[in-house]
């Protein structure tokens, strides 16, 4: 797959992507940017940053990203997905969403969101943390993975004191 996903003036990037259960299909996390991609932060004032996750079937075999079926869109419910997971359901995505009042061009809030593929609703939160003096670059710090069912996730995040915070 390649292309088709291309907005004029913006870099675009994949910088997660999760298999669902079923290896049928490929759920990715696209990210639209107007300057370079280390300075996308989302934070307000800062530079545009556009995300959705969308998800390509591999029955197609191949063509352009713009074929994919998009999922979920940023949004105020959703202002920074900085990752994804498919599962632990069918039809059902976790997300890795930073949120909150921007502090020091970081946002404070991470939390763990399990979401509906079909409509984007809020299914559940699994986890939720405001860890205390969020650095700057967050988003690029932030990340999940997990099995390919979605059901044992492993979250990474800088708690803004030079150390890593993990857990599962």
């Given amino acids: 797959w390649k292309g088709g996903l291309y907005r004029p003036g913006q870099l675009f990037t994949i910088p997660d992507?999760?298999?669902?259960?079923?290896?049928?299909?490929?759920?990715?996390?696209?990210?639209?940017?107007?300057?370079?991609?280390v300075s996308c932060t989302g934070a307000t004032g800062g530079d545009h940053r556009d995300a959705e996750v969308r998800s390509l079937s591999l029955a197609s075999g191949g063509g352009t990203l713009g074929h994919s079926a998009l999922l979920v869109s940023q949004s105020a419910r959703y202002p920074v997905i900085?990752?994804?997971?498919?599962?632990?359901?069918?039809?059902?995505?976790t997300l890795l969403v930073l949120s909150g009042r921007p502090r020091g061009g970081a946002w404070p809030v991470v939390s763990v969101d399990r979401v509906?593929?079909?409509?984007?609703?809020?299914?559940?939160?699994?986890?939720?943390a405001e860890p205390h003096g969020t650095g700057e670059?967050?988003?690029?710090?932030?990340?999940?993975?997990g099995d390919p069912g979605g059901k044992n996730l492993f979250l990474t995040y800088p708690d803004g004191h030079y150390n890593v915070m993990s857990g599962w």
């Fill in 116 to 128: 509906s593929a079909a409509t984007g609703a809020l299914l559940s939160v699994a986890y939720r």
């Fill in 17 to 37: 992507f999760a298999w669902t259960a079923d290896g049928r299909s490929l759920v990715f996390l696209g990210l639209w940017c107007d300057t370079n991609l």
């Fill in 82 to 93: 900085t990752g994804v997971a498919a599962g632990p359901g069918p039809a059902q995505l």
């Fill in 137 to 145: 670059g967050q988003p690029y710090g932030a990340r999940i993975n």
